[in-house]
């Protein structure tokens, strides 16, 4: 523990600090998670920073600053850097285990794109059809008239708000009925999926816009269990985690009947993190199809990224099957509060980086991290 009791943590505060510095590697005593088992192999010692412990980096006031430093100031928990498929560094903050598996939110949305890429190749799921061909009790929502692809490129329009500090409207309510915030006898949420159905249409067409938007990564969950005949961890694990040797389970939340958050209830190491974002760097190393991997670098559409919420984040990127391309050649799985799987194929490096960030979005320091990981990059490769 840090310098507070087990008993303080709650689930009315378990995403604030200072409790999130442990609640972020014990998600599962606070919201009921499903195990997406491993393959169960001991985990060696945390590194070091090594050849990277004297780098100096761009800080977030724009000065020179030690790189051990700057994981420090911005809340990093675990840091890891791959090149070539190994791990040359790492670095773990003093309140945090690198053997536990870590939240990582939104990258759960970029995990989920890769088992779909995965069934997809198995013809199991299909990008063109409807996802009312998967789900039919999206009947009279938002989702009814989309595709599959609009769901995962992010492009539905929909009539709710990402508001990540909202306490009492639409996305309260979408917390509650994640198992993510104390329900209100008052005013009671339903469970997840009863909740996405309820959702309405935007005042756009699909496809005209990047809008971010969390509940569509819950249904493209749901889609995936339809598809698969499967739930979401068990589908996960026998199709992904395991066959690209993770080593330590991972874990996802689920509401209260088992229906699983793909939008950001995922937690798992660092360095399995890194093994996902080399399946990525090797064009799919053979377990996800390579057209689908490489047709996150060019399948987005810049036009609905220009239209979208996110361009400030990389000005010259897209948006495809829940991955970010930067618009200079890296891929970015991006979550809340610090998480981050960063992409280069041109130095074959990975870096993942997990973080207790007191925020959960601090634009300013999301540049400075783009920064920070071009330069460890451009170090380790």
């Known amino acids: 523990m840090t310098d507070f009791e087990r008993s303080q943590v709650t689930l009315a505060n378990w995403r604030?600090?200072?409790?999130?510095?442990?609640?972020?590697?014990?998600?599962?005593?606070?919201?009921p998670s499903a195990v997406i088992p491993a393959k169960r192999e001991d985990e060696g010692p945390c590194l070091g920073l090594g050849g990277l412990k004297d780098l100096q980096v761009t800080g977030i006031d724009d000065g020179p600053q030690p790189l051990r430093d700057f994981l420090t100031a911005s809340e990093t928990d675990e840091f890891v850097v791959m090149r070539e498929g190994r791990v040359v560094a790492e670095w773990s903050a003093g309140h945090s285990n690198p053997a536990r598996p870590h939240i990582i939110f939104s990258v759960s949305k970029s995990l989920t794109a890769l088992?779909?890429?995965?069934?997809?190749?198995?013809g199991l799921l299909s990008f063109g059809k409807r996802v009312a061909?998967?789900?039919?009790?999206v009947a009279g929502s938002a989702y009814a008239d989309a595709t599959v692809q609009q769901l995962f490129d992010m492009e539905i329009s929909v009539d709710f708000v990402e508001d990540y500090l909202d306490t009492s409207g639409g996305f309260d309510r979408y917390r509650r009925a994640t198992g993510w915030n104390p329900d209100r006898p008052d005013s009671p949420a339903p469970d997840l999926k009863g909740f996405i159905c309820s959702i309405g249409k935007g005042d756009w067409v699909h496809g005209e816009k990047h809008a971010y938007r969390s509940p569509n990564t819950d249904l493209a969950g749901i889609v995936l269990e339809r598809a698969a005949g499967g739930r979401l961890a068990a589908l996960l694990s026998d199709y992904l985690w395991r066959p690209m040797g993770a080593r330590s389970d991972a874990m996802v939340t689920v509401d209260r009947i088992g229906t699983a958050r793909a939008a950001g209830g995922m937690s798992a190491t660092a360095r399995d993190l890194a093994l996902a974002g080399e399946l990525v760097r090797r064009q799919g190393?053979?377990?996800?199809?390579?057209?689908?991997?490489?047709?996150?670098?060019?399948?987005?559409?810049?036009?609905?990224?220009?239209?979208?919420?996110?361009?400030t984040l990389f000005p010259d990127g897209s948006y495809r099957n829940y991955w970010y391309e930067t618009g200079a050649g890296e891929l970015a799985a991006i979550g809340i509060h610090g998480q981050w799987i960063w992409v280069d194929p041109a130095?074959?490096?990975?870096?993942?980086?997990?973080?207790?960030?007191?925020?959960?979005?601090?634009a300013v320091l999301d540049q400075a991290i783009v920064r920070m990981l071009r330069q460890v990059s451009k170090a380790a490769g």
């Not at 604030?16 to 919201?31: C, G, I, K």
């Not at 088992?115 to 198995?122: R, S, V």
């Not at 061909?133 to 009790?137: K, T």
């Not at 057209?291 to 979208?308: C, H, I, P, Q, Y």
């Open 16 to 31: 604030t600090a200072p409790f999130s510095q442990w609640a972020f590697q014990n998600v599962s005593e606070v919201v």
């Open 285 to 311: 190393a053979g377990l996800i199809p390579q057209s689908f991997v490489e047709d996150l670098w060019t399948g987005g559409s810049r036009g609905a990224w220009k239209n979208g919420d996110q361009t």
């Open 133 to 137: 061909d998967y789900v039919p009790e």
């Open 347 to 362: 130095r074959e490096t990975v870096i993942v980086k997990l973080s207790s960030q007191t925020l959960p979005v601090d």
């Open 115 to 122: 088992l779909a890429g995965i069934l997809a190749g198995k």
